[in-house]
């Protein structure tokens, strides 16, 4: 194994660091005890202070990853490399050049509460890796010197001697030498709903997860029963532990949303820039001077930015995180809300997350498996008398129901070990005394010669001791754990029984336990497919477990693959099993994060659902990670999303909150970049053959701040029904499509503006001020008003209403626009009043300007969606096919998704 050095190390040669390279965990397992130690260069009579301090500079102190803290006024600035920022910046910079003041404060402040309101929220989440620190113990008891001591947790090393009892933390990696009764709760980082039996003996099966390494003993994990010795194997960042925290530590992936933003940011960039070369060379060749030519060039790519877009995201973004705050659901990231609302695919971890993470006492039967009220009572008499420490599966059975056991009195007990596997205890009842058993069926078994059924009680044949075998056999095939009860009545009082008495017992039934589902899960994994989001299990617990889960919440198995096969396979061949299975069972951190990149690659856009450490990387992993009440707390500070409430319900509600904020965001881009792309094409088309500028760029900028201004509420609008059913993402070629479509249309009728004031109202190039007067007023009303006819598919108005925000601010702008020239602000911007006559061409401008653009827009819909429609017959074949990989080869340099359907503005995925 490489040795990770420690800055000590340096003081070291390289010979010495080698003679202490370890071997691979899996081979230490494997090793006998006597080949173990030395191998480690240790003893069982532990490490001398000398041999700590050498291992200290060779593997450094046991402590995990940190992530690099950054100042708070770093962090703050960080917020300001956004593309769109940027854009922004410069485009405030420009107008300051020009002498625009208000547009220098107008776009500046945008720009500063957008990012004051992203670094807020953002700066709740605290670092997971420092939580995943303060969960392990801070010292330990270690075999240092021939004595025990209790040491700093960060100063155990490889080869240190620890010892454990219930209630402690362990505190590295470590091979169990000696064992006691001991049983370990592994549930937070391996997924396993039951403590563990971890023993002594030497690991047998080579290649076997983790979940099966039965002698080893993971850091941060809990000793629920017993006593062990154990040599430390791994310490620090080499822990499995450690390797989650390297993980928490390391740079999140880009997700959907930064994706979008940053394609988007793009695509502005490229639009600004040549068109104001465009227009800059337009002007300059026809003999305009340079100076006006290049400033009316910049005023037009300070037109074409949607200013407002960081604004009514981060409003658009934190009305939903309000929304969905008062239903009991803390966003981390206020980004992480349109995540949630393109998210296709959610991965969940199943116990504590579908599961209560509590076993439950759920059958009580006899050996046929009909209902027995007699077994309840004696699990319920031998769990509640015998006074070892009580299990989970003990405790389940005393919170079951309550049972009035105060006229049974106990006499004696016969304790629990790991040989018989069962523990018995002999009470007194009117007189007559009662030795009764429980534990593991096949021990129960062993022990009895006799059945009761029915009240009636029978010799125990070797024909009836298989069908307990089977019965038993075929409740753990269900996913249950299982325990066997019995009993006998004693003829002969004594002061002391013993395992001797353990003899012709009569078998009485079954107790049989769960980790049951959570009572919302079953309802929200409905809502969720209602939804058309697409669920897969990724669970450390066993097949038969999660299976029982499964039937228990409806949820239909299409394929079920292991760790162990995962392990196996390539990832071509991953991620054509990741479409077609939705239960991964026994799978480690490390393939959970394989499956979701797998999908991630195939063009999903990942949610993960969790709620132990080892769902933390997980969740950096997913596009989006949500944790649920009961998790712990390096789950909670790893997650974008909490469920504070015990209700899943809620989950369906942030993923319609999150597709209602994205179509609002979307409405404003199309529009947006539609309209300004138009208007600007007018100017420059116009630029070539007209002798004066059709607008001023002090008139431009006035129309583009009245513009946004109208556009403030649209964070308030409602959202179709039928947009929200499914999943919306970003599709920057769509936009781009949509853009150049529906831009030149809005030209075509500011040509027709500018023919009807040439031709009609005989402007003149001495005095272009009703031009300019009239263009400003016609495009100022179509780019406003053209909004009630992007913001839906359907027919405006009669089949989808707009909020009355939205249509209160559209029609004040559009007013205030109108009569600005009859007052004293029109003087200052070189507005002239216009002949009433153009009001009434004005009116019949717009009025066929918004016909023509629903017309558009519904043929655009009906042959784009149809395209893409065809794409997704193609690729019914399935991810193998090689059709289907040259399909999705060209369709991704497009940034078209396939198994798709449009959206308005989006690809549905």
């Known amino acids: 194994m490489k040795i990770v050095k420690s800055q000590n190390t340096e003081r070291l040669g390289a010979s010495e660091v080698s003679s202490w390279a370890l071997p691979s965990t899996e081979k230490l397992l494997s090793l006998p005890t006597d080949e173990l130690l030395p ?12 041999e700590v301090e050498e291992r200290l500079g060779i593997y450094g102190y046991n402590e995990l990853a940190k992530r690099k803290k950054r100042t708070a006024i770093v962090d703050f600035l960080s917020h300001f490399l956004s593309p769109l920022v940027i854009i922004l910046m410069v485009a405030g910079l420009v107008a300051g050049f020009l002498g625009e003041t208000t547009s220098v404060i107008i776009i500046f402040s945008i720009v500063i509460v957008s990012v004051i309101l992203d670094y807020y929220q953002e700066s709740k989440a605290e670092k997971a890796a420092e939580m995943l620190k303060e969960k392990v113990t801070t010292t330990a008891t270690v075999l240092r010197d021939g004595s025990k001591q209790e040491v700093k947790l960060s100063e155990i090393v490889p080869g240190d001697i620890i010892y454990l009892s219930a209630g402690d933390i362990v505190p590295a990696d470590a091979r169990v030498m000696a064992a006691k009764d001991l049983f370990i709760n592994q549930s937070s980082l391996t997924g396993e709903s039951f403590p563990v039996e971890k023993i002594a003996a030497q690991l047998t099966l080579k290649g076997s997860p983790i979940t099966e390494w039965n002698n080893y003993l993971f850091m941060g994990t809990s000793v629920v029963s017993g006593t062990a010795t154990s040599v ?63 400033l009316f060039a910049v005023a037009l790519a300070v037109g074409l930015t949607p200013e407002l877009l960081p604004m009514i995201m981060s409003i658009n973004l934190s009305k939903g995180a309000l929304a969905m705050s008062k239903k009991g659901v803390i966003v981390k990231r206020l980004a992480s809300i349109q995540n949630l609302g393109s998210m296709n695919v959610l991965c969940t971890d199943k116990t504590g997350t579908l599961t209560e993470n509590k076993i439950t006492l759920v059958l009580h039967v006899d050996m046929e498996g009909n209902d027995d009220e007699k077994t309840l009572l004696y699990s319920f008499l031998n769990s509640y ?24 009195q106990k006499i004696d007990e016969v304790p629990f070990d790991f040989i018989r596997r069962r523990v018995s205890v002999v009470v007194e009842h009117k007189r007559q005394r009662f030795f009764i058993a429980k534990g593991a069926p096949e021990e129960i078994a062993k022990v009895c010669s006799y059945y009761e059924l029915r009240d009636t009680i029978l010799d125990l044949t070797s024909e009836l001791q298989g069908k307990i075998e089977q019965k038993y056999h075929d409740l753990s095939a269900e996913g249950f754990r299982v325990l066997g009860v019995s009993y006998k009545k004693l003829k002969k009082e004594k002061k002391v029984y013993s395992i001797g008495d353990e003899s012709d017992m009569v078998f009485l039934g079954f107790v049989a336990f769960l980790d049951p589902p959570k009572e919302t899960a079953r309802e929200s ?130 993923v319609l909150e999150g597709r209602k904020t994205f179509g609002n965001t979307m409405k404003y881009i199309m529009m947006g970049t539609s309209s300004n792309f138009g208007n600007m094409f007018s100017v420059a088309g116009g630029s070539m053959f007209l002798p004066f500028l059709p607008m001023l760029p002090t008139q431009i900028l006035l129309n583009n701040l009245l513009y946004d201004f109208s556009q403030s509420t649209i964070t308030t609008d409602n959202v179709d029904e039928e947009y929200i059913e499914k999943p919306k993402r970003w599709d920057i070629s769509f936009i781009r499509r949509f853009m150049i479509l529906l831009g030149p249309v809005s030209s075509i009728f500011d040509f027709l503006t500018f023919f009807i004031m040439l031709l009609v109202f005989k402007v003149t190039p001495e005095h272009p001020e009703l031009f300019q007067t009239a263009w400003f007023l016609e495009s100022l009303c179509t780019q406003t008003l053209v909004i009630f006819v992007i913001r839906t598919r359907r027919t405006p108005f009669y089949k989808s209403k707009p909020s009355k925000l939205l249509l209160f601010s559209s029609l004040t702008i559009v007013g205030f626009a109108l009569i600005i020239p009859f007052t004293p602000l029109g003087g200052i911007f070189g507005f002239v009043q216009p002949p009433y006559t153009f009001f009434i061409v004005l009116a019949g401008l717009v009025g066929a300007y918004l016909i023509f653009v629903e017309i558009v827009k519904k043929w655009f819909f009906i042959r784009y969606a149809h395209r893409l429609e065809q794409i997704l017959i193609t690729t019914r074949m399935g991810p193998s096919s090689n059709n289907v990989r040259a399909i999705w080869r060209k369709r991704a340099k497009k940034r078209m998704w396939t198994r798709t359907r449009l959206g308005m503005g989006t690809v549905e995925a």
């Not at 191998?39 to 000398?50: A, D, F, V």
């Not at 068109?275 to 290049?294: D, K, P, W």
């Not at 008398?385 to 006229?407: C, F």
């Open 525 to 654: 994994l409905k809502l969720l497919s209602k939804a058309r989001v697409e669920l897969k299990i990724l669970t450390g617990d066993n097949e038969l477990v999660t299976q029982k889960t499964c039937e228990q919440l409806g949820f239909e198995i299409k394929g079920v693959v292991l760790g162990s096969e995962i392990a196996q396979m390539q990832d071509e061949a991953l991620a054509r099993i990741v479409e077609e299975a939705n239960v991964f069972a026994r799978v480690t951190p490390a393939q959970k994060d394989r499956i979701m990149n797998a999908l991630k690659n195939n063009g999903h856009v990942v949610g993960f659902l969790g709620d132990g450490i080892n769902d933390a990387p997980s969740m950096k992993t997913a596009d989006i990670g949500i944790s649920v009440d009961n998790a712990v707390d390096v789950a909670k500070e790893s997650a974008d999303i909490i469920l504070m409430q015990k209700s899943l319900r809620v989950l369906n509600d942030g």
């Open 385 to 408: 008398h015998q006074t070892g420490l009580k299990s989970p599966l003990d405790e389940a059975i005393l919170s079951y129901r309550h049972i009035d056991v105060k006229d049974y």
């Open 39 to 50: 191998r480690l260069n240790t003893s069982m009579s532990g490490l001398s202070s000398e």
């Open 232 to 294: 430390v194997v791994r310490t620090g960042n080499l822990t499995e532990y450690g390797k989650i925290a390297k993980r928490l530590v390391a740079r999140e992936p880009e997700t959907e949303f930064e994706r979008g933003i940053r394609g988007f940011g793009f695509l502005i960039m490229q639009a600004t820039f040549l068109l104001v070369l465009f227009v800059f060379f337009i002007n300059a060749l026809f003999r305009r001077g340079i100076l006006e030519s290049l």
